[in-house]
């Protein structure tokens, strides 16, 4: 059974991606794309605005992009991961307790980064 999460990839205008420093869990102390799992009874359009506003404050009119598939180094856990992209407005702004930091960083410095969390880099470089 899969486990089923939504990313953001939010872009500035200089076109720059967003990532947040996870505190907890299995991307604690990782940079990643805003983003989480996918409620019970929710669709993943509806998730993906849910925490985009849950972590960083912004409006988020997300378009589907693409998606990956991870399994779990000791083959126990399967992950769906559905990618967006799209329009933001807002001021941001960390929310809650999960994150660390967040700031924008330039396709060159994603690809030079050693602290993304698995799957991100290899998703945002494919698709920038």
Same mark, same amino acid.
């Given at each position: 059974m899969y486990e089923l999460g939504v990313r953001a990839i939010l872009k500035d205008s200089l076109g720059r991606i967003l990532l947040v420093k996870n505190l907890h869990g299995i991307h #604690?102390?990782?940079w990643v794309?805003?983003? $989480?799992? %996918?409620?019970? $009874?929710? &669709? #993943?359009? +509806?998730a993906i605005k849910r925490e985009v506003l849950e972590e960083v404050n912004l409006v988020f009119d997300?378009? *589907?992009l693409t998606?990956?598939?991870d399994i779990s180094s000791?083959?126990?856990?399967?992950?769906?991961? &559905? *990618? *967006?992209t799209g329009k933001f407005s807002g001021t941001i702004s960390i929310q809650?307790?999960? &994150?660390g930091e967040c700031r924008f960083f330039t396709a060159d410095e994603i690809a030079q980064h050693?602290?993304? $969390? *698995? $799957?991100?880099? +290899? %998703?945002? &470089?494919?698709?920038i």
């Open positions: #604690a102390d990782k794309l805003p983003g $989480g799992r %996918v409620d019970k $009874g929710e &669709l #993943a359009k +509806e997300p378009k *589907f998606y990956s598939e000791n083959s126990t856990q399967y992950y769906l991961t &559905l *990618f *967006f809650g307790g999960e &994150l050693d602290n993304i $969390g *698995f $799957g991100h880099k +290899e %998703v945002i &470089l494919g698709v």
